[in-house]
């Protein structure tokens, strides 16, 4: 019972896509997410960019490469994502 409870939580963490920003710090990067949205009032679509501190473990990411992460628990005060993979 505790293996299928801890695999449903597994499950429900955010993933996002974005574009490495920095990696000037060692074992974190930075990563700029970009998100469509609708204004309720107006129908008229804007972007909303947001940034993210990232674990990069291995220090594999480099600026430019577009990377997929996810949420884990907190590294530190800012960094609570962990890097999944990166695709280019």
């Keep these: 019972m ?3 409870e801890a695999q449903s939580k597994a499950t ?3 993933q996002f896509t974005g574009v490495v920003l920095s990696v000037a710090e060692n074992k974190t990067i930075h990563v700029l997410v970009k998100s469509r949205k609708m204004h309720k009032k107006y129908k008229k679509q804007y972007t909303e960019s947001k940034k993210y501190a990232v674990h990069d473990e291995s ?4 600026i430019g490469d577009t990377v997929i992460f996810q949420e884990c ?4 005060k800012t960094k609570k994502w962990r890097l999944i ?3 280019s």
């Design 73 to 76: 628990r907190p590294f530190s």
């Design 85 to 87: 993979q990166v695709c």
């Design 12 to 14: 429900n963490k955010r």
């Design 59 to 62: 220090n594999v990411a480099k």
């Design 2 to 4: 505790k293996n299928k």
